[in-house]
């Protein structure tokens, strides 16, 4: 079986969730007794491809053209369609970026397959992986398996395998340029922009109380903010209170808005979307107050209590104010 | 501009979700259902541009007979009309799923198809970029945002990290709604009882000539996650919890 791993580059930065899926390649591919090989499509690319030298992969294809120097779903569906014509890969695994998440789909379904999507491990059985993925936002498990012919695609969640897992060796790199013409592409796209500079900085703060869903209200957000104020720390949310426009979305942790690890993160309300989870987890302590202990929060958070916000928190202010 | 929204209807956001004994799916029979929410922000995003330029909304919908509620509250925010693909989609995975999808489609010659990004459900999050594939239709996924353009639409698409791109492209076209694209609408009680008057037609797999066919990947069992991380879990009054969740804060975890 031979496997290969495709990486995410944006103007000669890698996408750092490529390295995370690296070591699951080389992990899947150990197990199977083959190495797996790496990919990465642009323009120009061949010295950062090179840096893939010094990891264990059997070979480094660089996919260079220069329709692949601004990313669109036509040109990597192309270019992918046709690296599969001539390598015939079996498994092709992805980060699961916003990115993959655009083509992985067009791709798979150009090749009358559906990709795994959002993958968060796996086992083998009878030599075949059994990947795992998330239901219902978390709160249950899947087993899936692929049926019928290679190839095969999968795509890796965030934080899923660890990057420095990563095993190291020695490879080439070996150019494959495909053909692309212009109009093949039938989106323009322009260049990248933040909407504004961003006036709180989470990253900085020790202590961050993150409020979500479970606050019910845009006037109950209140509470959270005077727990925030008593414990010392910054007021953050998840998505949908940043959608709801009752915090602005500069206070956003999660995949879309700020990665943060303060040494305090107490999560209220907040069920915990693995689009959350990925912004927080990395945070020293852990605390959620949710009604719901089947709650996907309670997976990363240290401590907990299961019931209603409402009741708690004021509890937790005058604990808290007591303490000082 | 004519307009069709593909919609879903998944459990409801609160739902405990007891496993079936098959291990296979979740035991439903007592469970509430409501409008996948980003598909809620795509039928909103579908009825501003109808509102802007003109043209017709159409919500499309696969799912049992129980979806028609869900159906009937999108044509009372205001869908000009409905397609309900009765099945139960249980036995599709996504590109069966989307087959469908493009097989009811097809004859409808909409410029603009929306979706919401994923479900809440299964959550594959492909049902979008697979139904423009096979429509044959240049696609953007995680859209904030779409207006009218000389070659047809320029939409601002999300990016990791607080990072955006507009992307412009000519119709027709499909996008996928993130969640938050705008505040949403709730139906009128003009809306409600004009939506009594909607059209809703009914279509079947087989009536559109669609099998199931090979399916891809196979989802063998679901199961609740392990926990891996051992959670120290505060009960008592909500006054004790939160006594000792400070004890710990401060002579534990030592961060206040």
Redesign the interface.
């Known amino acids: 079986m031979s496997i290969v791993v495709v990486m995410e580059q944006r103007a000669g930065q890698w996408n750092r969730m490529s390295f995370e899926t690296l070591a699951a390649a080389q992990q899947i591919a150990g197990e199977l007794g083959v190495t797996a090989s790496a990919a990465v499509l642009g323009h120009g690319i061949e010295a950062l491809a090179g840096e893939l030298a010094g990891k264990q992969v059997e070979k480094i294809y660089a996919i260079e053209h220069e329709l692949l120097k601004d990313y669109t ?2 040109a990597y569906c192309l270019a992918l369609g046709q690296f599969i014509d001539r390598f015939q890969p079996h498994l092709l695994l992805f980060p699961h ?3 993959v ?6 791709l ?3 090749r ?7 993958v968060i491990g796996h086992r083998m059985e009878g030599g075949h992986p ?1 990947l795992v ?16 012919d290679f190839p095969h695609f999968a795509s890796m969640q965030a934080g899923a395998y660890r990057a420095d897992q990563a095993i190291a060796g020695a490879s080439t790199v070996e150019v494959f340029q495909p053909s692309i013409a212009p109009a093949q592409i ?10 504004s500079q ?1 006036a709180v900085d989470l990253g900085a703060a ?2 961050i109380v993150s409020v979500g ?1 479970g606050i019910k209200e845009a006037d109950n957000i209140a509470l959270v903010q005077k727990l925030a104020d008593a ?1 010392g720390g910054e007021l953050a949310a998840s ?2 209170i ?4 009752w915090l602005p ?1 500069e206070r956003q942790v999660g ?5 943060v690890a303060p ?2 993160y107490l999560a209220v309300g907040i069920s915990g979307a693995i689009q959350h989870l990925v912004g927080m987890k990395g945070s ?2 852990i ?2 107050i949710n009604k ?3 709650a ?1 929060i ?11 916000l409402f ?2 928190v ?3 202010i ?3 104010e ?2 000082k | 501009m004519k307009i069709v929204v593909a919609i879903k209807q998944v ?1 409801a ?2 739902s ?2 007891p ?1 079936s004994p098959s291990g296979k799916w ?1 035991d439903d029979a007592d469970l509430t259902y409501e409008i996948n929410e980003p598909d809620a922000y795509a039928l909103e995003a579908g009825l501003q541009l109808k509102e802007q330029h003109g043209g017709e909304v159409v919500a499309l919908c696969a799912g049992p007979a129980r979806a028609a509620q869900t159906i009937r509250e999108a044509l009372a925010k205001g869908a000009d009309r409905a397609i309900h693909i009765e099945e139960d989609m249980a036995a599709f ?3 069966a799923a ?1 087959k469908l999808l493009a097989a009811a489609v097809k004859s409808e010659s909409a410029d603009l198809i929306l979706t919401g ?1 994923q479900s ?7 049902t ?3 139904l ?3 429509l044959g239709m ?5 859209i904030m945002q779409v207006e009218k353009s000389a ?1 047809g639409i320029r939409v601002k ?14 119709l027709p076209a499909l996008l996928t709604i993130q ?2 694209f705008s ?1 949403l609408r709730y139906a009128t009680l003009m809306g409600i009882k004009k939506a009594k008057t909607k059209e809703v037609k009914k279509l079947t797999a087989e009536s559109l000539g669609v099998v199931s066919g ?12 392990e ?3 051992r ?5 008592g009054t ?2 004790e ?3 000792k ?2 004890e ?3 002579f534990e ?1 030592r ?2």
């Open positions: 779903p036509d970026t916003y990115q998440r655009d083509f992985l789909p067009k798979a379904t150009s009358d397959r559906v990709a795994v999507s959002d059994v993925r998330q239901l219902f936002q978390g709160k249950v498990n899947a087993d899936v398996r692929f049926v019928g039938r989106t323009a796209p322009q260049d990248l922009f933040r909407e961003r020790d202590i869903r414990l998505r949908p940043c959608d709801a426009g979305m995949s879309s808005g700020q990665t040494k305090l020293r302590t605390v959620a719901d202990a089947n996907p309670f997976e990363v958070a240290d401590y907990g209590i299961v019931g209603d009741q708690v004021p509890e937790l005058a604990a808290v007591r303490a | 459990p956001r609160d405990q979700l496993i979740i995975d996504p590109l989307a990004l809440d459900d299964l959550g594959y999050g492909q979008g970029p697979i423009a594939e096979l240049p696609h953007a996924t995680i070659a698409r999300e990016l990791e990290d607080g990072w955006f791109q507009h992307v412009e492209m000519a969640s938050g505040k090979t399916a891809r990947i196979a989802m063998d069992r679901i199961y609740l996650p926990r891996t991380k959670t120290q879990l505060f009960d909500p006054k919890a939160a006594a969740l400070v710990k804060l401060r975890a961060v206040i």
